[in-house]
């Protein structure tokens, strides 16, 4: 049976996320050393990244879940699994696999502030600035890429491609 990555071709190995993962992970540890912090993980998108990151992070943390869609393109945004922990007066790290247009990320972050964490950031293995609808910029980016359509680690092509441990890109 053809797998969707046979259609694409390699963009970053597994070996080279693990790398951005470290290198996210120090960030982190640097910033926020001696303190607890909360990762919000959208899901489920950000499910690998978020595991993987917090497994190199050595600090006393706690983890939530959110499912945040889009109902259509362009249109209304939803909320249909909220986070279940209090996370007023503490520091909270949303974590993304891609950030395009950041129409979820930035309802996510406005509903988040709603319940006054101590600080809120973002981090982000990728970032696509060239696909911004909204002005939100993550205070960890592990790699700036083109608009490219990308799938594995994760991100997924109609639910496929997400189990692949590489990230492919749509061959030109």
């Avoid at 050393?33 to 595991?51: D, T, V, W, Y």
């Avoid at 959110?66 to 986070?83: C, F, H, L, N, W």
């Amino acid at each position: 049976m053809a797998q969707i990555k046979d259609e694409m071709t390699s963009f970053l190995s597994k070996e080279d996320i693990a790398k951005l993962v470290s290198k996210l992970a120090s960030q982190i540890e640097s910033d926020y050393e001696g303190k607890e912090i909360i990762f919000i993980c959208p899901l489920r998108g950000s499910i690998h990244f978020a595991a993987d990151l917090m497994r190199k992070v050595e600090l006393m943390q706690q983890v939530d879940f959110v499912y945040v869609q889009s109902t259509e393109k362009g249109g209304a945004i939803r909320m249909t699994k909220d986070i279940s922990l209090n996370i007023t007066g503490k520091d909270v790290i949303i974590i993304e696999e891609v950030i395009d247009t950041a129409r979820t990320l930035s309802f996510l972050k406005s509903r988040l502030l709603a319940s006054h964490p101590a600080s809120l950031r973002i981090v982000t293995l990728l970032d696509k600035p060239a696909r911004r609808e909204l002005p939100i910029r993550a205070d960890y980016i592990g790699k700036t890429i083109e608009d490219r359509y990308v799938v594995g680690y994760g991100m997924d092509s109609e639910e496929l491609g997400r189990n692949y441990s590489d990230i492919y890109v749509l061959r030109n």
